[in-house]
């Protein structure tokens, strides 16, 4: 069996995933004090709140990506049957499908702003060991910062694999996530 790049680039970016937060994990346990350590598992924990947020979205932007490219000049709510198809893709229907994806995302993450990083704040300097509340808060708006970064260009992913470009997705998403391990 032939490896192709597209599959190398897809094992790479699933790798990623799973494996750079166990990374931040055991060297938060061997380098850090225990209590650091144990709110920085609590940030990593706080990640899947970020994939909540895009719950959903991800499939219909690839689906709607996929239909403009392939020739659509409408977009409909329901169904496809209404849905007219030329042998052109219709430019201005692409912009303003991408401005409307960037918009929606902008929103959503002005959202978990205020829930994640206000909210997140407050948790998090309730929960800490006196001595470290000051550390745990700044360290949890800067990580959180990340995070809402994450989320406002995360249409990334879905956008280039509606576009057909599956292998340039999992490489933003494997540069995304070394970068986030280095920071």
């Known amino acids: 069996m032939k490896i192709s790049s597209k599959m190398t680039w897809g094992l790479l970016n699933q790798g990623c995933n799973i494996f750079i937060p166990f990374v931040i994990m055991f060297l938060s346990y061997k380098y850090l004090p225990l209590e650091m350590a144990s709110v920085w598992v609590i940030f990593l924990s706080m990640i899947s709140l970020i994939t909540l947020f895009d719950f959903g979205l991800s499939p219909a932007i690839v689906r709607n990506v996929s239909y403009v490219i392939s020739g659509a000049q409408n977009l409909v709510k329901r169904g496809i049957d209404d849905i007219i198809i030329k042998d052109v893709i219709s430019y201005p229907l692409l912009s303003r499908l991408l401005f409307d994806i960037k918009r929606i995302y902008l929103y959503l993450s002005l959202i978990a702003f205020f829930i994640i990083v206000i909210g997140g704040v407050w948790y998090f300097y ?31 992913v879905p956008v280039l694999t509606g576009l057909g470009e599956i292998e340039s997705s999992y490489k933003a998403n494997v540069f995304g996530r070394i970068i986030w391990f280095f920071l």
Not at 126 to 139: F, G, T
């Open 126 to 156: 309730y929960i800490s060991p006196l001595d470290i509340k000051n550390e745990v808060a700044y360290s949890w708006l800067l990580f959180s910062s990340a995070l809402i970064i994450n989320l406002i260009y995360l249409y990334y």
